[in-house]
T-cell receptor, first 115, second 114 residues
Framework: AQTVTQSQPEMSVQEAETVTLSCTYD???????LFWYKQPPSRQMILVIR??????QNATENRFSVNFQKAAKSFSLKISDSQLGDTAMYFC????????????FGQGTRLTINP | ETGVTQSPTHLIKTRGQQVTLRCSSQ?????VSWYQQALGQGPQFIFQ???????GRGNFPPRFSGLQFPNYSSELNVNALELDDSALYLC?????????????FGQGTRLTVV
C-alpha cells in the first residue's frame, strides 16, 4: 500500500516570499504520478501541478514548481512570489498508473500568506 | 470552476438514518470516484465507478454503497449512519482508459450526523 506524509501541518509566510511545502511517500511501484492539490475555503480541490515519475525533469506551472527526488521518495512544492490567493490547504497525492484511479492523499499543510 | 457538481451542499442526519449524495461528472468523463474527508484530514478513497461498475474500493464497510448511471452521474449511499460518518464527501470525475489522469473535483457535500 502507498502512503503519503506531509510533515508540516501549518506554514505562514509574507506576501511575495517563497515557500516550500514538503511531501514524502512510500511505494514499491516504479511508475506513478504525483500531484499537489490546493483546497481553498470553498472546499473544491484544485490541481496545482502534476509530476510523472518516469520524467526526470521537475514540473513547473508559472509560480509553482516541484523538486522531485525519486530515489528519496520526496516531492516538495515551491511557491514563488506568494500571493494572498495562495492561502489554502495544500495536499500532496499519489496515483498508481495501473488499476483504479485512486488518489492517496497526505494529511495536508495549511498555508497562510500574510499581507 | 470544474464541471463537477454535487448535491446537496450541506446535510444534517440523525444516527441510524440513511443518506444519498449525488454527483454529476464533467462532460466527457466516464469515471467517478468518491472520497471522505474528515475535519483536518486528507481525503480517503471510498470507491470508484467506471461504466456503471465498481472499479476499486477503499477500506470502507459495506454500508457505503454507490451507483453510476448511463450518463456517468453517480450516487453515494450510506446506511445506518454513525457519528464518525460526519465529514466532507468529495466526488471526482476523470477519463479512464487514457493517459489523462487529471481528476476534477466537485465542491463536496458536508454531512453532519447528530
Amino acid at each position: 500500500a502507498q502512503t503519503v506524509t506531509q510533515s508540516q501541518p501549518e506554514m505562514s509566510v509574507q506576501e511575495a516570499e517563497t515557500v516550500t511545502l514538503s511531501c514524502t511517500y512510500d511505494t514499491s511501484e516504479n511508475n506513478y504520478y504525483l500531484f499537489w492539490y490546493k483546497q481553498p475555503p470553498s472546499r473544491q480541490m484544485i490541481l496545482v501541478i502534476r509530476q510523472e515519475a518516469y520524467k526526470q525533469q521537475n514540473a513547473t506551472e508559472n509560480r509553482f514548481s516541484v523538486n522531485f527526488q525519486k530515489a528519496a521518495k520526496s516531492f516538495s512544492l515551491k511557491i514563488s512570489d506568494s500571493q494572498l490567493g495562495d492561502t489554502a490547504m495544500y495536499f500532496c497525492a499519489f496515483l498508481k498508473i495501473q488499476g483504479a484511479q485512486k488518489l492517496v492523499f497526505g494529511q495536508g499543510t495549511r498555508l497562510t500568506i500574510n499581507p | 470552476e470544474t464541471g463537477v457538481t454535487q448535491s446537496p451542499t450541506h446535510l444534517i442526519k440523525t444516527r441510524g438514518q440513511q443518506v444519498t449524495l449525488r454527483c454529476s461528472s464533467q462532460s466527457g468523463h466516464n469515471t467517478v470516484s468518491w472520497y471522505q474527508q474528515a475535519l483536518g484530514q486528507g481525503p480517503q478513497f471510498i470507491f470508484q465507478y467506471y461504466r456503471e461498475e465498481e472499479n476499486g474500493r477503499g477500506n470502507f464497510p459495506p454500508r457505503f454503497s454507490g451507483l453510476q448511471f448511463p450518463n456517468y452521474s453517480s450516487e453515494l449511499n450510506v446506511n445506518a449512519l454513525e457519528l464518525d460518518d460526519s465529514a466532507l464527501y468529495l466526488c471526482a470525475s476523470s477519463l479512464e482508459g487514457t493517459r489523462n489522469t487529471e481528476a476534477f473535483f466537485g465542491q463536496g457535500t458536508r454531512l453532519t450526523v447528530v
